[in-house]
């Protein structure tokens, strides 16, 4: 049983939320502030019940050790604008300037300590994370895991400071812990699953765990060219790996024998470079000309996917079908993200490019049951496999 920050009592407690703030830049300016925006229930929740909240997070991958490109100043002011009030952000992960930061906070306010990626004790080993735990538990009263992103993760943020002080799983965590239960072991059906995204090899874990599960499983992306060609189809020059045919083809099978519906795209917007004033045209998926590459699925696959798609009493999405980033290359995303606001039912963005891609173009965000913040997590979780961040949370 994972507890909720319901269950403590946070006023005049340092209550620290990990936070997952690792925000794309550019030119030092945030260009999709979703996850910062994401954290903002859990936040608001501690600061309005009297707790003073310090956010941990990180934003990138730096070295264990401080760049000025990686600190989380935008990020912190960025919150602070969200939050109406100034976030103050310490100059380090846990030394003289958080140990001042958090004993200047009074009850409401929210601070921020600096990228804890900047500290090599974070992504250390168990004895180096365990040491950089103490040392904010030291500063502390409260845990509280709201960075659904780095669950995956044994890092001392995410794992060892939960082992330290009392916790609980914020309000973003506990909505996606629930979500992703729900799908994997009990979701209405029809369910259908759409996969996409560049490769097969990345998906191959999470089609094993879900297809004894599923009803429908529509697949698109640079991923759907290693299935036509398990088929026997030509695919020209696009995407393709050719050491996952073989697994590609026992998937078609089993999926065969256990009466899912695999559904793959009819017809391939292809161009003839990978550039976005390219040449393209609209051709069979079955006989991909020479020398030209799939982009995005057809109109005809459209049509396919959207009826597919209206009648499931739950849908998840994870992974583009094509390169969504480019106009001429985008509808087949779109259409999928379109059918899935008008349906009824369960309907789950699983984060990643898929959650950039609802964000980029313009779709209503509130118009799905659920848009997860984690990437890699998403997957892992849908790969049927422990999260090491949500483990730590269970209480015996």
Same mark, same amino acid.
């Given at each position: ?59 990138? %991958?730096?070295? *264990?050790?401080?760049? $000025?490109?990686?600190? #989380? /100043?935008? !990020?912190?002011?960025? &919150? @602070?604008? +969200? ?37 090599? %004790?974070?992504? *250390?080993?168990?004895? $180096?994370?365990?040491? #950089? /735990?103490? !040392?904010?538990?030291? &500063? @502390?009263? +409260? ?254």
């Amino acid at each position: 049983m994972i507890r909720g920050i319901d269950d403590l009592e946070v006023s005049g407690k340092v209550v620290f939320v990990r936070c997952d703030l690792n925000v794309p830049l550019e030119a030092g300016a945030i260009t999709d502030d979703g996850r910062i925006r994401a954290s903002l229930p859990t936040l608001k929740n501690l600061a309005d019940r009297g707790a003073r909240v310090v956010v941990l997070a990180h934003l990138g %991958r730096p070295k *264990g050790t401080p760049e $000025a490109k990686y600190s #989380l /100043a935008p !990020a912190a002011l960025r &919150l @602070g604008e +969200l939050l109406g009030s100034q976030v103050r952000l310490a100059s380090d992960v846990c030394g003289t300037s958080a140990q001042e930061t958090i004993a200047a906070l009074a009850n409401g306010q929210i601070a921020m300590l600096e990228n804890v990626r900047f500290d090599a %004790r974070e992504t *250390g080993d168990a004895n $180096a994370r365990q040491e #950089l /735990a103490k !040392a904010w538990a030291k &500063l @502390g009263d +409260l845990y509280v895991s709201d960075g659904f992103g780095v669950v995956h993760r044994e890092q001392a943020s995410v794992t060892d400071l939960a082992n330290e002080l009392p916790h609980a799983a914020g309000l973003l965590v506990k909505a996606e812990a629930d979500v992703f239960a729900k799908v994997l072991s009990n979701p209405e059906r029809p369910y259908a699953v759409v996969l996409g995204g560049s490769k097969v090899s990345d998906k191959l874990k999470v089609i094993d765990n879900l297809i004894s599960n599923v009803d429908r499983l529509l697949i698109g992306g640079g991923m759907c060219f290693t299935f036509l060609a398990a088929k026997g189809y030509s695919v020209g020059a696009s995407l393709l790996e050719t050491d996952q045919i073989e697994n590609v083809k026992e998937i078609l099978d089993r999926a065969k024998k256990l009466n899912v519906e695999i559904v793959l795209p009819t017809d391939i917007v292809v161009a003839d470079t990978f550039a976005a004033d390219a040449k393209t045209q609209i051709v069979s998926a079955e006989k991909i000309p020479d020398g030209w590459m799939g982009f995005d699925i057809g109109p005809d696959s459209i049509a396919n996917f959207e009826t597919r798609l209206a009648d499931a009493k739950t849908i998840m999405w994870n992974g583009p079908m094509g390169v969504f980033e480019m106009p001429a290359f985008a509808a087949g995303t779109k259409a999928v993200a379109v059918a899935m606001t008008k349906n009824s039912g369960m309907t789950v963005v699983g984060g990643g490019d898929s959650a950039a891609a609802v964000r980029l173009l313009g779709i209503d965000e509130a118009a799905f049951s659920h848009i997860s913040t984690g990437g890699g997590a998403s997957l892992e979780y849908l790969e049927g496999k422990k999260l090491p961040g949500l483990s730590v949370l269970e209480d015996n």
